[in-house]
């Protein structure tokens, strides 16, 4: 079966420091991969979502950049974080066209002092 | 580019009592999926609607996708407290080929 691995689960930043958050899928191939942020209380806002490796589509301007390297693995980074970057990042994974369900990881809540 | 809302926004009920929450995109959709995420949990797949008009049922969850592919609804029926979380719908535009848009959701709060 499919899994999805988010990590870590918390994190606290200092502002200005850099981030790294991974996500990784196992039990499929060539999987479309997304990343959300979600404001306390607030919807899902697309960031970032792959189609392939290599392959990225950006949805909002912003200090923050994702790459894929592996075909299961998907990077969330920034240089340096702001403090309008807290919020709760999720990973989710499809397979075939956008109309597919997306399952989604755990997620990692990210608070920036 | 294309919008999804939903409304209410938040809605407590009493328990037993229904709850309804509705979903409008300013395009024409290929299909709607709706998914439940419990307070301080992650987004779970519900279902998936593709015909227009298609109403599904998962026990006491009601799921419909209007005529003109353009608008959704989820009706729950005497509610419970196990009911409570956000409710988001997302729409997959028919000119798109990769993404679907989430609505900002219903937050639902159940009273014992």
């Known amino acids: 079966s499919q899994t999805i691995h988010q990590w870590p689960a918390t994190l606290v930043q200092p502002v200005g420091s850099p981030l790294s958050l991974e996500c990784t899928v196992e039990?499929?191939?060539?999987?479309?991969l997304y990343w959300y942020r979600q404001a306390a209380g607030r919807g899902l806002q697309l960031l970032f979502y792959?189609?392939?490796?290599?392959?990225i589509s950006s949805e909002v301007p912003q200090n923050l950049s994702a790459s894929r390297p592996q075909d299961r693995q998907f990077i969330l980074s920034s240089k340096k974080l702001l403090l309008s970057d807290s919020g709760f990042y999720l990973c989710?994974?499809?397979?075939?066209?956008?109309?597919?369900?997306?399952?989604f990881g755990d997620g990692t809540r990210l608070s920036i002092l | 580019g294309q919008q999804v809302m939903q409304i209410p926004q938040y809605q407590h009920v009493q328990e037993g009592e229904d709850f309804t929450t509705y979903c409008n995109s300013s395009?024409?959709?290929?299909?709607i999926q709706w998914y439940k995420q419990r307070p301080g949990g992650h987004p779970v797949f519900l279902i998936q609607?593709?015909?227009?008009?298609e109403v599904k049922k998962q026990k006491r969850l009601t799921f419909q996708f209007g005529e003109a592919k353009k608008n959704s609804s989820l009706h729950i029926t005497a509610t419970q407290t196990t009911d409570v979380g956000t409710y988001f719908c997302?729409?997959?535009?028919?000119?798109?080929?990769?993404?679907?848009?989430f609505g900002p959701g219903t937050s639902l709060s159940v009273i014992p």
């Open positions: 989710a994974w499809n397979t075939g066209r956008g109309n597919q369900p997306q399952h």
């Open positions: 039990g499929t191939s060539n999987p479309n």
């Open positions: 792959s189609v392939g490796i290599g392959q």
């Open positions: 395009t024409t959709l290929s299909n």
């Open positions: 609607l593709v015909k227009s008009g």
């Open positions: 997302a729409g997959l535009q028919e000119t798109s080929y990769d993404k679907v848009i």
